[in-house]
């Protein structure tokens, strides 16, 4: 597709289970964030990667969290042990420049 | 801490009335730009204004940027309900290691028709 894939759209995991969600960015495109938003509030950076350069985790919240980029396209966000504190909207992005980046729909987490 | 903070957090008008949001940051940035986001999902990019502009227009919509006060602003006219949305700024601050962008907590926007 054209724009920013992600998956799954929804996820409803049991705490402590391990979740994966994947991005598939656009083509082309160097730089893949992952955001984590959650209910009503703003995006929070969790982490960053640029070409083959060293991913910027500094978003990371624990280190609960990991994400990898295979081959410098696909991207998979790991959140072991999940807590329900994890239950948000997770949010990929990808971008050619330093300007606009380009979301994904999201990929909904809801941890019971 | 969020770089850039959005006021108000959330704005009701009527249609056809314009709706005003302001973003305030706290670093130099090289640009900041403007997001809309439907129901919770993802984001789609309305608008970029570089440090060095004070205004741009695209349709409807206008910005604003005052470096001096670090603040910018985003002015929709003629509103319509189809414009109710989430609309957050965004900072690409100065230093920045990469290409990560700040985002502030977003205005909620209601435009009842």
């Known amino acids: 597709g054209a724009g920013v894939s992600q998956s799954p759209s929804n996820k409803v995991t049991e705490k402590g289970k391990d979740v994966e969600l994947r991005c598939d960015p656009i083509?082309?495109?160097?730089?893949l964030y992952w955001y984590r938003q959650s209910l009503g509030q703003g995006l929070e950076f969790l982490i960053y990667?640029?070409?083959?350069?060293?991913?910027?985790k500094s978003g990371l919240p624990s280190d609960r969290f990991s994400a990898e980029r295979t081959g410098g396209s696909v991207s998979t966000l790991t959140i072991q042990r999940t807590q329900q504190e994890d239950s948000a909207v997770y949010l990929c992005?990808?971008?050619?420049?330093?300007?606009?980046?380009?979301f994904g729909e999201g990929s909904w987490l809801t941890v019971v | 801490s969020q770089q850039g903070e959005e006021d108000p957090q959330a704005l009701s008008i009527q249609e056809g009335e314009n709706a005003t949001m302001n973003c305030s940051y706290k670093?130099?940035?090289?640009?900041l730009q403007w997001y809309r986001q439907n129901s919770g999902r993802g984001l789609v990019h309305l608008i970029l204004?570089?440090?060095?502009?004070r205004e741009k227009h695209s349709g409807r919509l206008r910005v604003t940027l005052d470096t001096s006060k670090k603040s910018s602003s985003l002015l929709i006219t003629a509103s319509r309900a189809a414009d109710t949305a989430s609309y957050f700024c965004?900072?690409?601050?100065?230093?920045?290691?990469?290409?990560?962008?700040?985002f502030g907590g977003g205005t909620r926007l209601m435009v009842k028709p």
């Open positions: 670093t130099s940035i090289n640009n």
């Open positions: 204004i570089r440090s060095n502009e």
């Open positions: 992005a990808s971008s050619p420049t330093r300007n606009t980046i380009y």
């Open positions: 990667f640029q070409g083959n350069s060293a991913p910027d």
């Open positions: 965004a900072t690409d601050a100065v230093p920045n290691a990469g290409n990560m962008l700040t």
């Open positions: 083509s082309g495109h160097t730089a």
